[in-house]
């Protein structure tokens, strides 16, 4: 995510970073190289130096404090000054109602839909709401299919009207169809075209006026930069929107969006998208991603992901196999599941410090514990249950059977027995120094 921007910084950083002391002109040597790295991320030149004017105001203002170092200093002003560009803090999300009625808008293609489903399966997961969702798209009924194909995934009902051509009477219906149902939150998906028109911006704020939405979101593509914020306005200008939805982060984003729709349209992000699976929604916390930017990771995300799969009936289970040292390949598999339904890998790992960077060229596909997984999927119960029963002729079977050569059973095994050699030794470690090292 916004690697080139990370490196471009970075490289501005490095300069100020050997230097003893702060003065005007390492500053405004490093403050000359943010700014292009701003501007080519898309940001535009007045808000790059409106941002630049303000790192170079506050390095200036600075005491030298003989602790911290000039680059230490620059790395935390930018850091505040990305942080407060990007909203501050996070903002709310008001999914509270009679329902509560949240109207998604934006382009087509913007991935409206996606989004739709992908809210719909975090409200009914993370809040414990009961959702519909509906499909107001009186032009495309494709689009209609897509949504109920969505809403099938997350288990979320779909309400659509196909033969009705009114998108304002489908969405009235809809919310009485709900109170009647008892749903707490309906997520209206709207029809979207290619440009701004018109009669598309007449249809939402129709139905805006008839339904007086909790939320107004509007969903853009980050990949679109500068664009995005231009339909941003737009879309802005005639709905007063509550919210913006980032979409595609996994993809090669620049950053201009995520950086300065805030400051133009003066409305908060409120979630970012990163991948087609359904459970790829992140809430938008400027501060987090102010410290991804730097290359600083997000360990707060990662362990929230980790919580969120790992219930603790399983951590405690897993904790005692790991005691008794009867940690076995079921576990080693089960926990592979685990990892992977956190999330896109080269997303996970790119929230690690200084990993970004390095594996942005790498390519990381979830298909990775593919081979280790064929190789436990071909060993017998028994043999999961115990390792040492697997000796060199099952290592063969194990391995036609997985259509891998021996050689990568053997090494999968010898790597199984280091985890264990190490979760030995620390069982063997006092208490305390465990609980600290592992969290458990
Ligand atoms: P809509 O026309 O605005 O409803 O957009 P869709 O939800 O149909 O999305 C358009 C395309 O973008 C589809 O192929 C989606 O699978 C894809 N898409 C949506 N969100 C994301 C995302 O966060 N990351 C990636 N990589 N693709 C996405």
């Known amino acids: 995510m916004f690697n080139n921007l990370s490196e471009r910084l970075e490289s501005a950083f490095k300069n100020i970073k050997g230097e003893a002391h702060i003065s005007e002109l390492n500053i405004a040597n490093t403050v000359k190289d943010i700014r292009r790295a701003l501007l080519e991320a898309d940001?535009?030149?007045?808000?790059?130096?409106?941002?630049?004017?303000?790192?170079?105001?506050?390095?200036?203002?600075?005491?030298?404090?003989?602790?911290?170092?000039?680059?230490?200093?620059?790395?935390?002003?930018?850091?505040?000054?990305?942080?407060?560009?990007?909203?501050?803090?996070?903002?709310?999300?008001?999914?509270?109602?009679k329902p509560a009625v949240v109207l998604i808008s934006g382009l087509?293609?913007?991935g409206k839909t996606t989004f739709s489903g992908k809210l719909a399966n975090?409200?009914?997961?993370?809040?414990?709401?009961?959702?519909?969702?509906?499909?107001?798209?009186?032009?495309?009924?494709?689009?209609?299919?897509?949504?109920?194909?969505?809403?099938e995934q997350v288990g979320v009902e779909v309400y659509s009207e196909v033969e009705n051509k009114d998108a304002v009477s489908?969405?009235?219906?809809?919310?009485?169809?709900?109170?009647?149902?008892g749903k707490n939150v309906v997520i209206i998906d709207t029809a979207g075209r290619l440009a701004v028109d018109e009669m598309m911006m007449n249809e939402v704020a129709n139905i805006k006026a008839a339904v007086n939405p909790n939320e107004i979101l509007f969903v853009v593509d980050s990949m679109t930069g500068?664009?995005?914020?231009n339909t941003a306005k737009a879309f802005n200008d005639r709905l007063d929107f509550s919210g913006v939805v980032l979409t595609k982060l996994d993809g090669d984003t620049r950053g201009g969006a995520a950086l300065t729709i805030k400051y133009t349209v003066q409305k908060p992000i409120k979630f970012v998208s990163s991948g087609e699976k359904m459970d790829t929604l992140d809430i938008f916390y400027p501060?987090?991603?102010?410290?991804?930017?730097?290359?600083?990771?997000?360990?707060?995300?990662?362990?929230?992901?980790?919580?969120?799969?790992?219930?603790?009936?399983?951590a405690k289970k897993l904790e005692k196999k790991i005691r008794r040292n009867s940690f076995d390949f079921q576990d080693f598999l089960d926990q592979l599941q685990q990892i992977k339904k956190m999330g896109n890998l080269k997303d996970l790992m790119g929230m690690l410090p200084g990993v970004g960077k390095a594996i942005k060229d790498i390519d990381i596909s979830d298909d990775a514990f593919k081979g280790v997984e064929a190789i436990i999927h071909s060993m017998t119960p028994f043999e999961r249950a115990n390792p040492d029963s697997i000796d060199v002729s099952r290592r063969k079977r194990i391995a036609s059977g997985a259509g891998k050569n021996v050689n990568e059973v053997n090494a999968l095994m010898k790597q199984f027995d280091q985890m264990r050699q190490m979760m030995k030794m620390m069982n063997k470690m006092p208490m305390g120094m465990m609980k600290r090292m592992t969290g458990m």
């Open 122 to 151: 975090y409200l009914k997961t993370k809040k414990n709401k009961a959702v519909l969702l509906v499909a107001d798209d009186i032009y495309r009924p494709a689009a209609i299919d897509q949504l109920k194909v969505l809403g």
């Open 170 to 181: 489908i969405a009235q219906n809809a919310i009485a169809y709900a109170k009647e149902k």
């Open 287 to 314: 501060d987090r991603m102010a410290q991804r930017i730097l290359g600083m990771g997000d360990i707060t995300s990662l362990v929230e992901r980790a919580q969120a799969q790992f219930d603790e009936e399983q």
């Open 226 to 229: 500068q664009d995005a914020v």
């Open 43 to 97: 940001v535009n030149y007045k808000i790059a130096k409106e941002f630049t004017d303000k790192v170079k105001e506050r390095a200036l203002g600075e005491k030298v404090i003989n602790s911290i170092s000039p680059g230490q200093l620059m790395v935390k002003i930018v850091q505040d000054q990305l942080t407060e560009l990007m909203g501050g803090t996070e903002a709310s999300f008001n999914a509270d109602g």
């Open 108 to 110: 087509q293609g913007s």
